[in-house]
T-cell receptor, first 110, second 114 residues
Framework: RKEVEQDPGPFNVPEGATVAFNCTYS??????FFWYRQDCRKEPKLLMS???SGNEDGRFTAQLNRASQYISLLIRDSKLSDSATYLC???????????FGTGTRLTIIP | NAGVTQTPKFRVLKTGQSMTLLCAQD?????MYWYRQDPGMGLRLIHY???????AKGEVPDGYNVSRLKKQNFLLGLESAAPSQTSVYFC?????????????FGPGTRLTVT
């Protein structure tokens, strides 16, 4: 089993819709969780960190489920500019390395 | 504040040629990383450094060497390029801290080996 797994998609979603995707991880000792966004041929950029209590930033909501070992990202009222690949990234406490998912590709359709 | 910069942005090499990719960061970050990204493979760690003068192997280190002579610079070398090293290379850096695991990425270097 891969350390971090994501559905590669693509998710094709109409503008204005709500979309959600998950990322599962295998190491129960994982401590830090992030969602990064990567646009085509660009570098990954931090979208949001994922906290135990869940967190929201505008139209984006991230959740952590430790019992089932997954994190989720919910995007409400999706915009054309949300089209990108969303990377799930996980780190273990004290570990200087991060583990990356392969990404979920999202396309918002006008 | 330029963040993380990479030089060059594009390069085409012939098999057997050598080259060095330069990564520079102006955020005084302790940790620096080199990744490669291939279609369907995600980002894979090549080498990383936890401080000036130290380097360590990542997931796919073969065929690459690195050096961190200055805190702000992290060099990735290909001694004898192979077509399998055709990829997009990203450098990243981050600071130390229990909650500061966010990595900042450079814009990438697109390398083609023919």
């Amino acid at each position: 089993r891969k350390e971090v797994e994501q559905d590669p998609g693509p998710f094709n979603v109409p503008e204005g819709a709500t979309v959600a995707f998950n990322c599962t991880y295998s190491n129960s000792a994982s401590q830090s969780f992030f969602w990064y966004r990567q646009d085509c041929r660009k570098e990954p950029k931090l979208l949001m960190s994922v906290y135990s209590s869940g967190n929201e930033d505008g139209r984006f909501t991230a959740q952590l489920n430790r019992a089932s070992q997954y994190i989720s990202l919910l995007i409400r009222d999706s915009k054309l500019s949300d089209s990108a690949t969303y990377l799930c990234i996980i780190s273990n406490f004290g570990n200087e390395k991060l583990t990356f998912g392969t990404g979920t590709r999202l396309t918002i359709i006008p | 504040n330029a963040g993380v910069t990479q030089t060059p942005k594009f390069r085409v090499l012939k098999t057997g040629q050598s080259m060095t990719l330069l990564c520079a960061q102006d955020m005084n970050h302790e940790y620096m990383y080199w990744y490669r990204q291939d279609p369907g493979m995600g980002l894979r760690l090549i080498h990383y450094s936890v401080g000036e003068g130290t380097t360590a192997k990542g997931e796919v280190p073969d065929g690459y060497n690195v050096s961190r002579l200055k805190k702000q610079n992290f060099l990735l070398g290909l001694e004898s390029a192979a077509p399998s090293q055709t990829s997009v290379y990203f450098c990243a850096s981050r600071t130390i801290g229990t909650s500061q695991y966010e990595q900042y990425f450079g814009p990438g270097t697109r390398l083609t080996v023919t």
